[in-house]
Structure formats: C-alpha cells, structure tokens
C-alpha cells in the first residue's frame, strides 16, 4: 500500500523541499525586487532634492544680483559742477550764460545757468561731472580781442576778473564786448594796488565800490562775483582778509580762487611751461571742478599762445566749459586748506 509507505513519505519530503524552495525563491526575488525599487526611489528623491537645491541657488544669485544693483544706483548717472553735473556728463554747452547776461538790470554772474550734458572723460571709464571755469585776472588789455578769438574758436565761455582804474583806462570799453559775447565779468580791483587795497577793510572795499560803479556805467550791470588781488589769502591781507570775507558775505557777493594756474605771471614764462603747468593741476583735480587762474595782460604773449593747447587738453580729459556765476559754488584757499586737512 502506498499511502503511508515508506516510499510515499520520501515523496512528500520531496514535494516540501520543492515547495519551500520554490517558496524562498520567489520570497528572496520579492526582498531583492523591493531592494532596487527602494534604491530607485532614494535616488529619485536626491535627484529631486538637487533640482531644487539648482533652483534655490539659481534664485539666490538672482536675488544677490538684484541687491547688487540696488546699491549702486544710477552708477554712470550723465550730469557742478560739478559737474557737471552736472548730473550730466560729457559735454555742457558753454552758451548757456548768453541769455542771462544779456538781461538789463540783472547782475553779472547772478543766474545761474542749466548745463547740457557732457561727455565722457577719454581718461576715466566712468561718467563724471566735471566744469573748468577758465579765468583771466588784470584785463581788459590789447590782449583782450586775441583772448576773446581763440575762446570764440573753441566754443568756450570764460570769465574775466577786470582791473577797472587807470591801470586798464584805454582799454575799458573792451569791457563790453566780453560781456556781450556772453562771458562771466567779475571784480578783481579797481587800482590794483596791493598796499593801497589791503590798508584796511574799508579801503578794500572804497576799492570794490569804485570798480563796481565802472563796469556799471559800461554795462548797466553790477558784478556779485569778485577775485581779490593775490587771492583771497596773501602776504599783504593777512591782517584784513578775515573782515573782507565777512563782509562780502554780508553783501552777497561771492569771491573766487582757484586750484589750477597756468602759472604765467612768472618770469619770462613759455608756452610749453604754462601748458605743462596747466596739465599737472589737471591731473591733480582730474575728477573735481577745475577753476583755472590765467592773466589778461598785454606782454603775456606765452599765455595767449598756450590757451588754445590749454582747452584742447581739458577737453581730453572731458570737462566742459562755463563762465562763472554766482550758482557756482566756490574754490577758495580757505576750502582747499579744509580739504587737504580732511584727507590727512
């Protein structure tokens, strides 16, 4: 009889080996199917996590960017002055005075007068506003009309402090015409006698007065903008200048030094000097206003032929030109001294 049989058992001990194999088989395929699966999901998880990490981090140098450009606001903004801007840089148009000076009863260098834009330095990468303010002390003199033609020549507006006493007599009426060509006329003294002027406050300004009353009758104008002689500190006001500068600003009238000389009232001065002069002050104040010292006088011929260079060099370095009014804010040695005290 089979069943029960030994043979029988034997054939069950078979079929139980057969199916717990089969069984462990398909049991170790499922724990290595859900092993992969497993890697599959952990792996889609990082690829996801990297995505959005890519995403965030592409978003925050977005966002840095956005800050970056927030800090610098109009970093090439186009411009007194500054100039100019003279928040406009490049090229101020230096007929911008001419309407303005040519107004009766209105003070010389009283209004002060829009600046176009100028253009950008060939010296600096970045857009600065930058004026020079060519001026000319001691005229009018047979000097005077040459002036006047190369300032002509090159589109450019000056001002020029006048002498107005015997000193320049023959050559007051020169006056007029620089007015009329639309230049800034200013005070430097009536006598220009430095002793005579410096004796007391009061001299210097029985001097002023008497000027102011000269260019008047020339022009129907009375100037609110004034160079003292030898500049607003020198070896024959240092008992005075204080008072004097009280005092012109009580009357509303602003004086003016400068920071860049040609450097031609020297000796026996050339052209190349004044130019080379010229160019160091230049490169020294290259990214601020410039108000530049020349003299109008008849032997000053070495000046005459440097001005043209001059303006050719200023113009390199990106500066526009304008006369002086009295919206202009001053250089004197008092703020120079300031300045240099503040960089120390």
Known sequence: MYLGSVKFYKHLIYVIIVTVSILALIGLGFLISLAFSNKDAEAAVNQNNDIVAVEN???????????????????????????????????????NKDASNKDDGKQAGTDSSEQKPKEESKHSSEESIKTA???FDDGPSENTEKILEILREHNVKATFFVVTGEYNKKNLELIKKIYEEGHSIGIHSHSHEYEKIYDSVES????????????????????????LPGGSINAYNVDVYQGIIDELTKRNIKY??????????????????????????IEQKKDKDIIMLAHDQAKNSAALEALGKVIDVLESYGYSFSGIDDGVEPITFLNKLDEEIDSK
């Not at 800090?71 to 007194?80: C, E, L, T």
């Not at 009353?213 to 160079?227: A, G, L, S, T």
């Not at 860049?260 to 010229?278: G, H, L, M, P, W």
Request: proline share 2%.
């Open 57 to 95: 981090n592409s978003k925050n140098v977005q966002n840095n960017g956005a800050k970056s450009d927030e800090k610098v606001p109009n970093a090439n903004i186009s411009s007194d002055k500054d100039s100019s801007d003279t928040a406009t840089n490049d090229k101020t148009s230096s007929d």
């Open 133 to 135: 303010y060519l001026t």
């Open 204 to 227: 210097f300004f029985e001097d002023l007065d008497n000027s102011i009353n000269v260019i008047f009758d020339i022009i129907n104008i009375k100037p609110n903008i004034v160079r």
């Open 256 to 281: 003016y030094d400068w920071n860049v000389s040609f450097d031609d009232a020297k000796a026996n001065a050339k052209a190349e000097d004044i130019v080379q002069s010229a160019i160091y002050g």
